[in-house]
């Protein structure tokens, strides 16, 4: 991973992709938050957003490194680095 920011989104989303925030949704749904995925770049790099409850929450970089993290990268191959994205952009 490095810490080069995102750049070159790409529309397509792989489908395991798809699949991890899938998995990952219903476990922030049971505290009123959400995730949602700002962008994707052909060179493995996944922007996201906590929405909800989960925006702002004290917990919110716990949540992101132990659940939105370790998910992502454990199911989506070629993945590189996760960016965490605080406001609308």
Same mark, same amino acid.
């Given at each position: 991973?490095?810490?080069t920011p995102?750049?070159?989104?790409n529309p397509?989303l ?5 699949q ?5 949704r ?12 700002v962008?994707?770049t052909?060179? /493995? *790099?996944?922007?996201?957003?906590l @929405?909800? $409850?989960?925006? /702002? *929450?004290?917990?919110?970089?716990? @949540?992101? $490194?132990?659940?939105v ?7 989506v ?13």
């Amino acid at each position: 991973m490095t810490d080069t920011p995102c750049n070159s989104f790409n529309p397509r989303l792989p489908d395991e992709l798809r699949q991890a925030f899938d998995s990952i949704r219903p476990i922030l749904q049971q505290d009123d938050g959400d995730i949602e995925l700002v962008g994707w770049t052909d060179d /493995g *790099c996944a922007r996201v957003r906590l @929405t909800g $409850r989960c925006k /702002g *929450c004290p917990h919110a970089q716990n @949540t992101l $490194r132990n659940v939105v993290r370790r998910t992502l990268f454990k199911l989506v191959p070629g993945l590189r680095r996760v960016e965490h994205v605080e406001e609308e952009t």
